[in-house]
């Protein structure tokens, strides 16, 4: 039996009560001070284009400079502790991952928990994708699944983070629908990964679109195929991983949101929810979400905390799958 993670975040929307107050909540004067943002990757991740993406939106609707604080290092672990360590204000926020929570199952297990952080609004769902360089002899994932059965190992895939990360589970799930064997090298960045790729130091690499664009656009690199049930809007000639022949839960999908330090109130973290939810309403970010093929997210607090809990449990369940769990 697959797992499903789309029908457990529906499941958790459900689960849940949406408190949504009818104040206008982000005035001004709500707002005393710059927001800072703290990455968990360097500049140009897709995580990174996103909050400055859409702090062309934010800022005026919140009167306010959102100050983006990039922190890579130990999967997140460098911007989880920064998170942390700050009042419950609402003027220091992360963004987070899947990796977020594969880390708290595994590598930083332990240092981490759920429950030392307010999770605040669900944003962004966002597939994987495989790509090469453009003079690679690879032109499907089927092809380089097939070197990789013929030599185990050694093929190597470059994408963010450690063995347990969201984008190495993805290749996990290849690795045991297909009997092949990749060779996985972390990054802590996406231009990391792509150039790495391009200095020929990996074979494949693995991110999202939005970071990977302008170099397809560029012809520099091409695809292999998408993680997802269907092609992107944004490279519609870019192949499923189902349409070669590789079945894997097609929902397993990087989603994004925003967290800030325990101990939040829930009427602040509702107002930093609405101020984000409808600064994406915007044409600006619509344009960049369509064109990079992600889906929003509306999750507010209530829901997105009682996601975070579903998800912790559906991390560990394809950790276990992937053999790296007891």
């Given at each position: ?11 958790a929307?459900?689960?849940c ?19 800072e ?14 909050i ?32 942390r360590?700050?009042?419950?204000d ?145 490279a ?47 044409d ?43």
């Open positions: 039996m697959i797992f499903s993670f789309t029908q457990s975040l529906r499941a929307a459900v689960a009560l949406v408190t949504v107050s009818a104040t206008a909540l982000y005035a001004q004067d709500s707002w005393p001070a710059p927001v943002v703290v990455m968990h990757t360097k500049p140009g991740g897709t995580s990174d284009i996103f400055r993406t859409l702090a062309e939106s934010l800022e005026p609707a919140i009167g306010q400079t959102i100050v983006v604080q990039n922190a890579p290092g130990g999967g997140g672990a460098a911007q989880m502790a920064k998170v360590s700050t009042k419950p609402g003027l220091t926020l992360g963004i987070n991952t899947l990796t977020h929570f594969t880390g708290m199952a595994t590598n930083l297990k332990g240092t981490f928990a759920p429950e030392d952080f307010s999770w605040i609004a669900g944003v962004q769902v966002d597939p994987i994708l495989y790509y090469v360089r453009a003079d690679s002899p690879y032109n499907t994932m089927a092809e380089a699944v097939a070197a990789a059965k013929a030599n185990p190992g050694s093929v190597s895939i470059g994408g963010f983070g450690p063995v347990g990360s969201m984008q190495n589970l993805g290749t996990s799930m290849i690795e045991t629908a297909t009997g092949a064997k990749f060779n996985w090298i972390g990054y802590e960045s996406t231009p990391d990964i792509t150039t790495a790729l391009l200095g020929g130091h990996i074979d494949i690499a693995v991110s999202n679109l939005g970071p990977t664009a302008a170099f397809f656009e560029a012809d520099r690199i091409k695809g292999l195929g998408v993680l997802n049930d269907k092609r992107l809007a944004g519609p000639d870019l192949p499923t991983l189902a349409e070669q022949g590789i079945e894997v839960d097609t929902s397993w999908v990087q989603v994004r949101g925003v967290f800030g330090p325990k101990d939040m109130p829930l009427e602040l973290q509702q107002q930093i929810a609405d101020a984000f939810h409808d600064a994406m309403k915007a600006s970010y619509q344009e960049y979400a369509k064109s990079t093929g992600v889906t929003d997210s509306d999750m507010g607090p209530e829901e997105y905390a009682k996601f975070v809990e579903t998800i912790g449990a559906v991390a560990v369940t394809q950790l276990t799958a992937a053999g790296l769990l007891q």
